[in-house]
Nanobody
């Protein structure tokens, strides 16, 4: 059974920081790219960024570039999303997901976590 479990969400003031974690289990993710997505109220699922599990290559959406950083700890099978300089428009449910390829499209990701709420107050 493959599982992705996000944690670390919460309420933060604009300009603040949060770090989300995505713990994986049930499968060796050495060949998987891990992605982060978010869904704001009334909006579609949006790609945030991704990281290749073995190579450490990262890619970010323009909306978060320079503010968010994705990293991973292979020994812990965990991926992180460090979010700095948060804005009210970053408010959303954040999801981690995995894919064998390398994509910004959510339909190309096979496994998903349950999501964690991030709320940024102005």
């Amino acid at each position: 059974q493959v599982q992705l479990v996000e944690s670390g969400g919460g309420l933060v003031q604009a300009g603040g920081s949060l770090r989300l974690s995505c713990a994986t289990s049930g499968r060796t993710f050495s060949s998987y790219t891990m992605g982060w997505f978010r869904r704001a109220p009334g909006k579609e699922l949006e790609f945030v960024g991704s990281i290749t599990w073995s190579g450490g290559y990262t890619y970010y959406a323009d909306s978060v570039k320079g503010r968010f950083t994705i990293s991973r700890d292979n020994a812990k099978n965990t991926v992180y999303l460090q979010m700095n300089s948060l804005k009210p428009e970053d408010t959303a449910v954040y999801y981690c997901a995995s894919t064998r390829g390398s994509s910004t499209r959510p339909d190309e990701y096979n496994y998903w976590g349950q999501g964690t709420q991030v709320t940024v107050s102005s």
